[in-house]
């Protein structure tokens, strides 16, 4: 299976960002040299778009896989590589973002980021533990600080392009009023099981691009589902087109205009998802996604709590749930 050549798209700031992403989260973690060697490998199947965060814990791994990549001659330079991370809900201060980005940038070995995003509308104390949040770990997140520090990021040049993740439109919105440079991105859960259509919308209309986590549905992961994998109406899609059902979940993303972050640490999913170019969903099948019934997996109720910022998943996501 020859090399895929992944298309380009243009984000607000200017620079292009490749139309498909790699993504490096996993629980638990494999150990460190055999993710080197993943990503490495994904490298090699012809993903330029690497997708890591703070709390991942992949910094590093990614950074000496992207060092090999160029010692091995995959790539020619640094910048044939989009890298993206993103500022931990501990770091979402004003005065912690700089400090945050400069050691995500020493674990990674690099000069800069092309992408930096705030993981989440969230700030939580630098003690807390990031996964089990106690009301007591939660302090206000002040957005319009925490974004001026972001944008002094990119006049630095750390950060090629600066967004948000999970961001609803109402927030959003919010953001837009006082950015003097607006987010290049809002990565959010988005999936034939979770379509996002008003988002959708709203963010081509603004102009922001969106970046789709967990466009298979995080397939047995702890904030995942199997409405994705398992859909009937995707398994025929599938099975009519000769495609994987994966396959077909990644290609109606990408024909939505958003880019599908993808995980597989599997060499031969990991090219199968490339596959998704060179052939399209008819109408019918696109009207036959739509009947998927929708429902959002990662609700964050583990950042709800009665005398929080957020006193209910409504609030959270500004009733876009």
């Known amino acids: 299976m020859a090399e895929v050549q992944v298309p380009q798209a243009l984000l607000n700031s200017g620079h292009m960002i490749p139309a498909i992403g790699f993504g ?57 590589v989009f890298v993206t991370s993103k500022l931990s809900t501990n770091d979402g201060h004003h005065d912690l973002v700089l400090p945050a980005l400069k050691e995500t940038l020493r674990k990674l070995g690099l000069e800069y980021v092309d992408l930096y995003l705030i993981h989440a509308p969230v700030r939580i104390k630098q003690s807390a533990e990031h996964f089990r949040v106690t009301e007591e770990d939660m302090l206000h997140f002040d ?38 440079i607006p987010p290049a991105v809002n990565q959010v859960e988005m999936n034939v099981a979770w379509q996002q259509q008003k988002l959708l919308k709203f963010c081509k209309e603004k102009n922001i691009l969106v970046c789709a986590w967990s466009p298979l549905g995080a397939n047995g992961a702890v904030w995942g589902s199997h409405r994705v994998m398992q859909s009937p109406i995707l398994k025929d899609i599938a099975a009519a087109k000769n495609k994987s059902v994966a396959q077909v979940a990644l290609r109606w993303v990408h024909e939505q205009g958003a880019i599908p972050i993808v995980k597989s640490f599997n060499k031969e ?53």
Request: proline fraction near 4%.
């Open 24 to 80: 490096t989260v996993a629980f638990p973690l494999p150990p460190p040299e055999q993710l080197t060697t993943t990503f490495g490998d994904a490298v090699e199947a012809g993903y330029r778009h690497f997708d890591t965060a703070a709390v991942y814990g992949t910094e590093e791994c990614l950074g000496q896989a992207v060092a090999r990549a160029l010692e091995r001659g995959l790539i020619k330079n640094r910048d044939e």
């Open 143 to 180: 957005i319009k600080e925490t974004w001026k520090a972001m944008e002094e990021c990119c006049k630095l040049g750390l950060a090629k392009s600066i967004g948000v993740s999970n961001y609803s439109c109402a927030k959003l919105l919010k953001l837009l009023e006082f950015a003097t």
């Open 269 to 321: 999913r990991m090219k199968e998802n490339l596959q998704i170019l060179d052939w399209k969903l008819t109408g019918e099948e696109v009207s036959r996604i739509q009947q998927i019934p929708q429902a959002k997996a990662f609700r964050g109720e583990g950042y709800v709590f009665p005398k929080g910022q957020y006193k209910s998943v409504e609030e959270l996501w500004d009733g876009e749930i």
